[in-house]
């Protein structure tokens, strides 16, 4: 499956409620809310190099429920980075304990470089 995400840098003279109204016009399903909490992980040699084609990002992410906050899937993803920024081949599944992801990240060597907790907006065009 190949999936297209779209990002939208927001001026200061639009809103993100003016883009999302405008963006409704064109999509096909209600907009989903999903709260995730993302744990990003570098091999050692490349925390502080910058991400080149073929460098490998894991990340163990953790989808609450954004009304009651309460866990709802753990999810490990290895990224490799494509020729270009924005293309990458990502190998994701579940696991049943993201913490015992993360500790298990940490014994093989990779290092944890950031977490990033956000709210995500999804639907269909």
Same mark, same amino acid.
């Given at each position: 499956?190949?999936?297209? #995400?779209?990002?939208?840098?927001?001026?200061?003279?639009?809103?993100?409620?003016?883009?999302? =109204?405008?963006?409704? #016009?064109?999509?096909?399903?209600?907009?989903?809310? $999903?709260?995730?909490? @993302?744990? *990003?992980?570098?091999?050692?040699?490349?925390? !502080?190099?910058?991400?080149?084609?073929?460098? $490998?990002?894991? /990340? *163990? /992410?953790?989808?609450?429920?954004?009304? =009651?906050?309460?866990?709802?899937?753990?999810?490990? =993803?290895?990224? *490799?980075?494509?020729?270009?920024?924005?293309?990458? @081949?990502?190998?994701?599944? %579940?696991? !049943?304990?993201?913490? %015992? %992801? /993360?500790?298990?990240?940490?014994?093989?060597?990779?290092?944890?470089? *950031?977490?990033?907790?956000?709210? /995500?907006?999804?639907?269909? =065009?």
């Amino acid at each position: 499956m190949i999936e297209v #995400e779209s990002k939208f840098k927001i001026s200061g003279d639009i809103t993100q409620s003016d883009l999302l =109204t405008i963006l409704k #016009e064109q999509l096909i399903a209600p907009i989903l809310s $999903k709260h995730q909490i @993302d744990t *990003v992980f570098l091999l050692p040699e490349q925390v !502080d190099a910058p991400i080149m084609p073929g460098s $490998k990002i894991m /990340r *163990v /992410r953790d989808v609450l429920n954004p009304e =009651t906050g309460e866990l709802q899937q753990s999810l490990m =993803t290895l990224k *490799v980075e494509g020729q270009t920024k924005l293309v990458s @081949d990502e190998y994701e599944f %579940a696991v !049943d304990d993201g913490n %015992a %992801a /993360r500790q298990m990240l940490t014994a093989l060597g990779w290092q944890k470089v *950031v977490t990033v907790d956000k709210i /995500r907006l999804e639907s269909k =065009t």
